[in-house]
């Protein structure tokens, strides 16, 4: 497990870390242009990828109540990056130091219904990085929308063939 794990951490920061560079390319007013998307701005939807990021790291970590750090954060853009690309460290180091033992490992959490589920720390994560990846296509698509020409590839295989 810990060999398929490893480069998707790996590869969410790297990813993560390449977008959020273009998009600090952009005003603060185009991130925070309403756009037509899943969430109306870049920068509600990089809020969104910090909160599911931080959420999962508090349930990992057997917090009791999980709070989305959005719901107290009003910083601009630069010390969002900074959040998430904090976040998403926190995520490869867990997963490096990690046994497969803890992979395997079943804790029990609530998701935001406040409905009950027990799962293994592996499904968990690979949900976590394919998240990541779903969201980042979002974001590259407002980044279009916005007029931004040079946008990086985000693929995992280049990511890999980077190694």
């Known amino acids: 497990m810990k060999q398929i794990l490893q480069p998707l951490s790996a590869y969410n920061l790297w990813a993560h870390t390449l977008l959020l560079d273009c998009i600090s390319q952009l005003s603060e007013e185009d ?63 867990f997963v490096s130091n990690a046994s497969e033992l803890q992979f395997s490992h079943e804790f029990t959490y609530q998701n935001t219904k406040k409905e009950r589920f027990k799962q293994p720390v592996h499904e968990v994560l690979v949900h976590l990085f394919n998240h990541g990846t779903y969201h980042r296509g979002q974001l590259v698509t407002m980044l279009r929308e916005l007029g931004v020409a040079k946008i990086p590839a985000t693929d995992y295989i280049l990511f890999c063939r980077k190694k």
Request: no cysteine.
């Open 31 to 93: 991130i925070h242009r309403e756009l037509k998307s899943s969430f109306s701005s870049v920068y509600k939807t990089l809020m969104h990828i910090w909160d599911a990021e931080s959420i999962w790291w508090q349930r990992i970590k057997l917090a009791e109540n999980t709070e989305a750090p959005s719901e107290h954060f009003q910083e601009g853009f630069e010390i969002l990056r900074k959040k998430i690309l904090a976040q998403s460290l926190l995520w490869q180091e």
